[in-house]
T-cell receptor, first 113, second 115 residues
Framework: AQSVTQPDIHITVSEGASLELRCNYSYGATPYLFWYVQSPGQGLQLLLKYFSGDTLVQGIKGFEAEFKRSQSSFNLRKPSVHWSDAAEYFCAVAPYNFNKFYFGSGTKLNVKP | DTEVTQTPKHLVMGMTNKKSLKCEQHMGHRAMYWYKQKAKKPPELMFVYSYEKLSINESVPSRFSPECPNSSLLNLHLHALQPEDSALYLC??????????????FGPGTRLTVT
């Protein structure tokens, strides 16, 4: 069965520190991969996506993610976190024919001043 | 314009009421989606419309009735809801679900409370 796993429910980092949020997927073929961010009570905003090609993907707000086929992972990174990055982050997966769209359970990011 | 709008922002309804949620986009997208999100949970896909036709219904109870009157509008009609249906209802749109897409643009959601 297809699934996407975000192992970390909560992460706290200090402002200015680096960040890595983990995402693992279980799928027969390489799916489409996404990271979304959701501020409290708001809709979701797409940070970045991977369809094919370069495995290091640049997104908005200084985020990047790296697709590693051997590890079935698509981890999100940011070199220096800002207080405004505190939010919930969702990894998502869609199969190539896009007949499904799965969100991971989310990782809540807290940023310490 | 990269915005998806949803009205109302908040809705409180009784279990015998009939109400509707509205979603609108003017990005020329031909796929539109309804999601349900409970507190501290990820969004769950409910319905997908592609070219104004219902293409995915994720076994959603019939008390939720979607409608796509045109390519820019998506409604969700609600009738005889249960308290457990209280959630944030998110609308999204994307260019076309049959191609390499998935870049869904989300609205801010409607916070629904069923009393």
């Amino acid at each position: 069965a297809q699934s996407v796993t975000q192992p970390d429910i909560h992460i706290t980092v200090s402002e200015g520190a680096s960040l890595e949020l983990r995402c693992n997927y279980s799928y027969g073929a390489t799916p489409y991969l996404f990271w979304y961010v959701q501020s409290p009570g708001q809709g979701l905003q797409l940070l970045l996506k991977y369809f094919s090609g370069d495995t290091l993907v640049q997104g908005i707000k200084g985020f990047e993610a790296e697709f590693k086929r051997s590890q079935s992972s698509f981890n999100l990174r940011k070199p220096s976190v800002h207080w405004s990055d505190a939010a919930e982050y969702f990894c998502a997966v869609a199969p190539y024919n896009f007949n499904k769209f799965y969100f991971g359970s989310g990782t809540k990011l807290n940023v310490k001043p | 314009d990269t915005e998806v709008t949803q009205t109302p922002k908040h809705l409180v309804m009784g279990m015998t009421n009939k109400k509707s949620l509205k979603c609108e986009q003017h990005m020329g997208h031909r796929a539109m989606y309804w999601y349900k999100q409970k507190a501290k949970k990820p969004p769950e896909l409910m319905f997908v419309y592609s070219y104004e036709k219902l293409s995915i219904n994720e076994s959603v109870p019939s008390r939720f009735s979607p409608e796509c009157p045109n390519s820019s509008l998506l409604n969700l009609h609600l009738h005889a809801l249960q308290p457990e249906d209280s959630a944030l209802y998110l609308c999204a749109s994307s260019q076309d679900r049959t191609g390499p897409i998935g870049e869904q643009y989300f609205g801010p959601g409607t916070r629904l409370t069923v009393t």
